[in-house]
């Protein structure tokens, strides 16, 4: 049974927006900067699984990001050796896309990117949430997000 102190502690977290979507199930992955990933916590109330982008032909950590946030859309061009690859499934959208390119607004253009996949109960990807981390000062923001409204979706988790 429980004692009224208890309630009145479950009382308190509940009022704090930022304690309720921070999911104790939330997963991130090696990588992911600090401050990135508590930003990408709070972006659903599902869990979330983080996983920072890094390319697949150097290793690269740092990215030249060209966005759509209104198609839902993100491509990354390593800063290292130029490669590209795309996020989740923004390749089958990019032709509709009308993508801009990403830049802090102290100038930098250059960004390690982490992606939030949210997942509902049976581990299906719902949402995919970009985030990015300036090179130079470290700034932290979302640049696009968007909807998975199909299934199966492991192959999605593994593109970032
Ligand atoms: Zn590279
Ligand atoms: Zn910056």
């Given at each position: 049974?429980?004692?009224?102190?208890?309630?009145?502690?479950?009382?308190l977290?509940g009022t704090?927006?930022?304690?309720?979507r921070v999911?104790?199930?939330?997963?991130?992955?090696?990588?992911?900067?600090?401050?990135?990933?508590?930003?990408?916590?709070?972006?659903?109330?599902r869990?979330?699984?983080?996983s920072?982008?890094?390319?697949?032909?150097?290793?690269g950590?740092?990215?030249?990001?060209h966005?759509?946030?209104?198609?839902?859309?993100?491509?990354?061009?390593?800063?290292?050796c130029?490669?590209?690859?795309f996020?989740?499934?923004?390749?089958?959208?990019?032709?509709?896309?009308?993508?801009?390119?990403a830049e802090c607004?102290?100038?930098?253009?250059e960004?390690?990117?982490a992606?939030?996949?949210?997942?509902t109960?049976?581990?299906?990807?719902r949402?995919?949430?970009?985030?990015?981390?300036?090179?130079?000062d470290?700034?932290?923001a979302?640049?696009a997000d968007w909807?998975?409204?199909?299934?199966p979706?492991?192959h999605?988790?593994?593109?970032?």
């Amino acid at each position: 049974m429980r004692s009224r102190t208890d309630k009145a502690v479950g009382c308190l977290f509940g009022t704090t927006a930022t304690m309720c979507r921070v999911h104790a199930d939330d997963q991130v992955g090696d990588g992911v900067p600090a401050d990135l990933a508590a930003l990408l916590r709070e972006v659903d109330d599902r869990p979330v699984r983080i996983s920072a982008s890094a390319c697949g032909d150097c290793g690269g950590r740092t990215f030249f990001v060209h966005f759509d946030e209104v198609e839902g859309g993100v491509r990354r061009d390593c800063g290292a050796c130029g490669g590209r690859a795309f996020i989740a499934d923004s390749a089958e959208y990019w032709e509709e896309a009308e993508p801009c390119v990403a830049e802090c607004p102290c100038g930098c253009d250059e960004f390690e990117v982490a992606v939030a996949f949210s997942l509902t109960g049976d581990g299906s990807v719902r949402w995919v949430t970009v985030g990015l981390r300036c090179q130079q000062d470290g700034t932290v923001a979302v640049c696009a997000d968007w909807k998975i409204s199909y299934g199966p979706t492991d192959h999605l988790l593994t593109m970032t």
